[in-house]
């Protein structure tokens, strides 16, 4: 029997600075200086563990700076098997610039950047395989020897460096689904444009997230549109992707169909942006309360 879903991505030590203005030019003050459990992987994986869904997940890290952080994932149920533990490196350390609303991030990319994640993998073990952030080279290779339908590209921010036109191109036309931001939509739409190719006539589905704008879903020629679910008092928005994918994969795997999995992401990414990820506390019962008391009114 398959197993359920393979998460690929960084688990980073986040070192997070509060400033007032991430655009303000020239130096200002550090309100707080924090050091935290994130990445995509990791996020991801501390939230779809409240979610008590199943999953495996891929990354590599330092056994120098990670140590307590495997620890922590290990003791919330998460299984760590499958991490890769480097000796002799330090990070992945992801330092971030925030005001609470927009971001910036400079990365330390440590063992994750020669990491080998093809070697061994086996996606016929699957039923979905996310390639979030990591070697483009390497998840080229397992997005080629993978079945189409079960292959996710989700490159995140790392679409504008680790892809290029050839590498972008083939992820879209080797994975049944994509899942970007507003900004790496952009990003996509003009590389596949020089190819004289536009994301719908490559892709049956795909989802663009943009923050308060809410949610796009190109689902098999029907796009559809998703609200943003008001939350009273945001804490930080680091980490809402990583936790809307937390709730599209609950969804997905409880067997909604793909429009309503988006909803339960968005209403997980709003939880989620209350609090450190690291306290998201919504338990399935809860998310799936919720679904049914907001899906019509995040329909637009």
């Known amino acids: 029997m398959k197993k359920f879903l393979a998460f690929f991505g960084h688990i980073n030590i986040d070192v997070k600075i509060r400033v007032g203005d991430v655009n303000l030019p020239g130096s200002q003050k550090a309100e707080t200086v924090e050091e935290l459990f994130g990445g995509t992987a990791g996020n991801f994986a501390m939230i779809a563990a409240r979610l008590n869904f199943p999953f495996d997940l891929y990354s590599s890290v330092s056994s120098s700076t990670h140590r307590q952080y495997i620890d922590h994932l290990s ?77 996710v590209f989700d490159p995140g921010q790392e679409l504008s460096y680790r892809y290029d036109d050839g590498s972008s191109n083939f992820m879209v036309k080797n994975s049944s689904m994509f899942i970007v931001n507003s900004d790496e939509f952009s990003i996509l739409k003009e590389r596949l444009s020089r190819s004289g190719l536009t994301p719908e006539a490559v892709s049956k589905r795909f989802i663009v997230t943009r923050g308060s704008a809410g949610v796009e879903l190109y689902n098999r020629g029907e796009t559809i549109k998703f609200r943003s679910m008001k939350t009273p008092a945001v804490y930080d928005t680091v980490g809402a992707g990583d936790a809307f994918r937390a709730g599209l994969y609950f969804g997905i795997y409880k067997k909604y169909d793909l429009a309503d999995a ?39």
């Open 75 to 151: 003791n919330m149920g998460v299984d760590v098997s499958k991490i890769d533990i480097r000796e002799g490196f330090s990070g992945p350390v992801c330092y971030i610039i925030t005001d609470g609303e927009r971001q910036r991030a400079f990365m330390h990319q440590g063992p994750i950047e020669n990491w080998k994640a093809s070697e061994g993998f086996n996606g016929d073990n699957y039923l979905w395989i996310n390639l979030g952030t990591g070697p483009a080279d390497e998840y080229m290779k397992i997005a080629e020897r993978s079945r189409l339908d079960s292959v």
């Open 262 to 300: 988006v909803v339960l992401g968005i209403i997980t990414a709003s939880e989620a942006i209350k609090k450190p990820v690291m306290e998201f506390s919504m338990t399935p019962e809860q998310l799936t309360e919720s679904f049914e008391r907001n899906r019509d009114s995040l329909l637009s």
